[in-house]
Protein backbone atom coordinates (compact mmCIF):
# COMPACT_ATOMS: atom_id res chain seq x y z
CA UNK A 1 0.00 0.00 0.00
CA UNK A 2 1.19 3.15 -0.94
CA UNK A 3 1.50 5.82 1.90
CA UNK A 4 -0.68 9.25 1.88
CA UNK A 5 1.96 11.91 1.69
CA UNK A 6 0.66 15.28 2.97
CA UNK A 7 1.33 18.74 2.63
CA UNK A 8 2.62 21.26 5.68
CA UNK A 9 -0.74 23.17 5.22
CA UNK A 10 -2.33 19.61 5.52
CA UNK A 11 -0.73 19.15 8.37
CA UNK A 12 -1.09 22.33 10.13
CA UNK A 13 -5.09 21.87 9.48
CA UNK A 14 -5.17 18.03 10.72
CA UNK A 15 -3.74 19.57 14.38
CA UNK A 16 -6.20 22.20 14.67
CA UNK A 17 -5.89 24.88 17.35
CA UNK A 18 -5.27 23.62 20.60
CA UNK A 19 -2.26 25.09 22.36
CA UNK A 20 -0.06 21.72 22.77
CA UNK A 21 -0.72 18.68 20.75
CA UNK A 22 -0.07 14.95 21.84
CA UNK A 23 2.33 12.90 20.04
CA UNK A 24 3.67 9.98 20.51
CA UNK A 25 7.05 8.18 20.06
CA UNK A 26 7.91 4.10 19.97
CA UNK A 27 11.19 4.03 21.46
CA UNK A 28 11.76 0.26 20.97
CA UNK A 29 10.78 -0.38 24.44
CA UNK A 30 7.38 0.75 24.01
CA UNK A 31 5.98 3.92 23.19
CA UNK A 32 6.09 7.15 25.21
CA UNK A 33 4.26 10.50 24.51
CA UNK A 34 3.91 14.01 25.46
CA UNK A 35 2.72 17.31 24.63
CA UNK A 36 4.45 19.62 22.33
CA UNK A 37 3.48 23.42 22.14
CA UNK A 38 1.60 23.64 18.70
CA UNK A 39 4.43 26.04 17.20
CA UNK A 40 7.30 24.03 17.75
CA UNK A 41 5.08 21.46 15.93
CA UNK A 42 4.65 23.65 12.90
CA UNK A 43 8.71 24.55 12.98
CA UNK A 44 9.28 20.80 12.29
CA UNK A 45 6.78 20.73 9.99
CA UNK A 46 8.28 23.51 8.02
CA UNK A 47 11.89 21.38 8.17
CA UNK A 48 10.57 17.67 8.16
CA UNK A 49 7.70 18.59 4.67
CA UNK A 50 9.28 15.73 3.00
CA UNK A 51 8.19 13.00 5.57
CA UNK A 52 4.73 13.73 6.43
CA UNK A 53 2.04 11.12 6.07
CA UNK A 54 -1.21 9.98 7.25
CA UNK A 55 -0.39 6.92 9.60
CA UNK A 56 -1.55 3.50 10.17
CA UNK A 57 -4.85 2.10 11.41
CA UNK A 58 -3.08 1.82 14.71
CA UNK A 59 -1.98 5.18 15.50
CA UNK A 60 -5.49 6.44 14.05
CA UNK A 61 -7.10 4.52 16.31
CA UNK A 62 -5.44 6.60 19.09
CA UNK A 63 -6.53 9.89 17.54
CA UNK A 64 -2.83 10.06 16.08
CA UNK A 65 -3.72 10.27 12.55
CA UNK A 66 -0.61 12.27 11.23
CA UNK A 67 3.22 10.65 11.42
CA UNK A 68 6.76 12.71 11.00
CA UNK A 69 9.79 11.39 10.46
CA UNK A 70 12.18 13.18 12.34
CA UNK A 71 16.16 13.11 13.18
CA UNK A 72 15.05 11.01 16.13
CA UNK A 73 12.26 8.50 14.29
CA UNK A 74 8.67 8.62 13.85
CA UNK A 75 6.77 11.26 15.35
CA UNK A 76 2.75 10.05 15.58
CA UNK A 77 0.56 13.16 15.98
CA UNK A 78 -2.56 13.88 17.61
CA UNK A 79 -4.92 15.31 14.84
CA UNK A 80 -8.89 16.41 14.47
CA UNK A 81 -10.96 13.63 13.42
CA UNK A 82 -13.24 15.72 11.20
CA UNK A 83 -10.27 17.29 9.72
CA UNK A 84 -8.38 13.95 8.94
CA UNK A 85 -11.79 12.51 7.49
CA UNK A 86 -11.99 15.66 4.99
CA UNK A 87 -8.12 15.13 3.85
CA UNK A 88 -8.43 11.48 3.22
CA UNK A 89 -11.30 12.04 1.10
CA UNK A 90 -9.26 13.90 -0.76
CA UNK A 91 -6.38 12.33 -1.38
CA UNK A 92 -8.60 9.18 -2.16
CA UNK A 93 -10.75 10.89 -4.87
Known sequence: MEKDKITKDQAIVLIG???????????????WGADINREDLID???KYEDSLEL???TARGMNHGLVMKDSI???????DEEALC???ERLNS
Open 17 to 31: NKEYIHTLRDSGFGS
Open 44 to 46: NFN
Open 55 to 57: SGK
Open 73 to 79: GYLFIET
Open 86 to 88: EIE
